[in-house]
């Protein structure tokens, strides 16, 4: 596996296959902070490729306005699924912290090859 998000989508679901026997909550908790994550990865990385000008025309405001834009989504998003969806906050957090051993795991990988 050699793309971080490649890493990432096996951990989660080896985390989602982990949290099936828990029960509907927790299964739905660790599913949408989880998907939250993925998505949230994908836009992070473009939005800091039209930062440094390597995707599009870094048009420096506009681009600032949009990573802000797409943080206060982020956060609505999380707001909504732990207040309106019936799910295991935990569950939730463990599934939205799925990056963080894909990074931990593709900056140990990519630091041995160098």
Partial sequence: M???????ALIFALVMT???????????????GGSL???????LERSVAYMLGLAG???GGAVQAL???RFVALMGACAF???????????FAIGFSVTVP??????????REA
């Fill in 2 to 8: 050699s793309t971080l998000h490649a890493k990432n």
């Fill in 18 to 32: 982990a949290a099936l026997p828990f029960g509907p909550p927790v299964a739905l908790g660790v599913a949408l």
């Fill in 37 to 43: 994550q993925l998505l949230n990865l994908r836009l």
């Fill in 57 to 59: 025309s870094g048009q």
């Fill in 67 to 69: 990573i802000g834009l």
């Fill in 81 to 91: 699924v732990l207040i309106a969806l019936p799910v295991d906050p935990l569950a």
């Fill in 102 to 111: 894909a990074v931990l795991w593709h900056g140990l990988m990519s630091a």
